[in-house]
């Protein structure tokens, strides 16, 4: 069975500056697709970004990108120029190809300080 | 908002009742998930159905229930309720074939008292 693992339950950064969070998983398939979602106080589970394993190039969205190691099954979440509103739980998500079903890690919770 | 809508938002009840959790999945997606979010936990997997068919199954309570209406709304049903059942409720929605991630929906928090 896949899982997900989030070995940092809570990580801090300084306004302004860069943080990585870490995600590694376990599987046997060789193409998936791999998501990072923010969850803010308010609750709402937000998709930040996404790769598809067969695309060897680091997906990237504007602040927020991905350092993606597939032969380490390494997944880690890099976020530049920290800013206040990027303070949440921050939670890895696996997708096999062959199903729909998303597979959690437990989080990590982001504080930003100014 | 996301486009899908779950009702109510706050739920609290006594244990040993039953309640029904609501979802409209996103105009255009056939396929409505439901996850349970125990407190400052991860987020585990109940079920999902497919344009009104179950698809596939995860760690769901045999007290728990879930169908998926020709409207493709969805509702979640919860029996017997226990303390260790408060917990937040999302349901999310994707489209068939599409590898993006879902949408989610804004929870139902429930309590039980």
């Known amino acids: 069975a896949q899982t997900v693992t989030q070995s940092q339950p809570e990580m801090s950064v300084q306004e302004a500056e860069t943080v990585t969070l870490s995600c590694t998983y376990d599987t046997s398939e060789s193409d998936y697709y791999l998501f990072w979602y923010k969850q803010p106080p308010s609750r709402q589970m937000i998709l930040v970004i996404r790769q598809e394993a067969y695309k060897q190039q680091n997906a990237t969205e504007n602040r927020f990108s991905v350092n993606f190691q597939k032969a380490a099954k390494s997944f880690s979440l890099k976020i530049s120029d920290s800013q206040l509103g990027d303070a949440a739980m921050y939670f890895c998500?696996?997708?096999?190809?062959?199903?729909?079903?998303?597979?959690f890690g437990t989080g990590t919770r982001l504080q930003v300080f100014p | 908002d996301s486009g899908v809508t779950q009702t109510p938002k706050h739920l609290i009840t006594a244990t040993g009742q039953r309640v029904t959790l609501r979802c409209s999945p996103r105009?255009?997606?056939?396929?409505v998930y439901w996850y349970q979010q125990s407190l400052d936990q991860g987020l585990q997997f109940l079920i999902q159905?497919?344009?009104?068919?179950?698809?596939a199954k995860g760690n769901i309570l045999e007290r728990f229930s879930a169908q998926q209406f020709p409207d493709l709304h969805s509702e979640l049903n919860l029996s017997s309720l226990e303390l260790g059942d408060s917990a937040l409720y999302f349901c999310?929605?994707?489209?068939?074939?599409?590898?993006?991630?879902?949408?989610f929906g804004s929870g139902t928090r429930l309590t039980v008292v």
């Open positions: 998500a696996y997708r096999g190809s062959n199903t729909d079903k998303l597979i």
């Open positions: 999310a929605s994707n489209r068939q074939g599409a590898w993006g991630g879902y949408t």
């Open positions: 105009s255009g997606d056939l396929s």
């Open positions: 159905y497919y344009n009104g068919e179950e698809r």
